[in-house]
């Protein structure tokens, strides 16, 4: 099994113990492996090492577990870099929700003017992680989760030798849960999802080893558990593909707005509140004789980014697995540019991540996942090097944007507000 050294960037977040605890169940894979955790604040990464540790040696898992506050140290020597971090924390994800939705748009993390704030804050970040990255651990790969991931994923690679690779369970997790909402068993689901990240489609699905939308159709018949279920499998069912969940925000964009400003908090405000009694809960276990987490009481659930690391084991384990990825397209998929980073299966074996070609978006979604795509390219660009007038023209070309008065006014807002996380050049 593979000895590796794998740096954790946002070692220290509350999604940390998960991650760790992801490592720690697939320990056999990484045997005699060395993680690096590294954060900003050194109290929570030194409860996150130690909970590890704790957690590894009542498993029995043959991992270290060290800490520090320096990147560039965490990064020395690393054959593998894991980043999942959040610049501005919660504080700045919820004005990213707030903002837009005081004028009437959508706010939320990934999608619209929101997720392209976080996507400047996060490719800054990743351009200064990559410069460290080419100085101390050149080979390295960096297995992204870090959101906007397409987005973070693309900047990268456009303007960096590292290799890189961004994860999301969406294309896991969205049939299965589309086929809960319809009173299916998720486990009789088989599809594969093409497009982009957050916004991925299924080129193929079947239930029970038949086509899927035709059962999904009879369902609408029947009684299905709220409005947002019945919204998600008319969309699929028109469209004849299974969407991302994410494609709420534009085939109900009023809907949703309208929901989201009814609520009192935002989903960042949420997380807030429940902020204090998950590390509460990672002390408590710290201390405990058999130390577990609580599904209910850890951010994230009790394993948390999975996914990278099974693609960590299949690329440094030789596993030959597929996984889905985000990377450049390469020709992979039809209609869109070689060098975009799209979310397609992969083979991921010692020689890399390589996306299987021969998929297609389905018809109807090609025009608005394309949209999506070159918005990507604009708002890795302007991230990565541009100044205001590259990062405005990125802003106002995403769908959920559109009017130049509603771009000049979210850009200006928006800016202020993350001032301090942004370069001087986007001010």
Known sequence: MARVKIAYIGGGSTR????????????????????VLHDLDPGRLDLVCALARRMADVQGADLTFTATTDRRAALDG????????????????ALDERIPLSHGAVGQETQGAGGFFMALRAVHVARSLVTDMEAVCPDAWLFNYTNPV???????ADHSPVQVVSLCEGPLVFPREIAELAGLDPDLVRATMVGLNHACWSAEATYDGAPMLPVLAASLGGDLPDVWARRWIELAVTMDALPASYMKYYFFEEEMVAELRAKSTTRAQDIQADVPDYWAHYREQLTAATPRLDPQRSRGGIFELEVAVDVMDALFNDRAEVWPTNVMNRGALADFPDALVVEVPCVVDARGVQPIAGYRVPPAARALTGALGEYQQLAANAAWNGGRREAFRALVSHPLVRTLPLAQTLYEELAAAHREWLPERLW
């Open 16 to 35: 940390a113990p998960g991650t760790l605890a992801s490592f720690i169940r697939q320990a056999e894979n990484f045997s005699g492996s060395e993680i």
């Open 78 to 93: 690393c054959d593998s870099v894991l980043s999942s971090y959040r610049p501005g924390g919660f504080e700045a994800r």
């Open 150 to 156: 397409n987005i973070v994923a693309q900047a990268v």
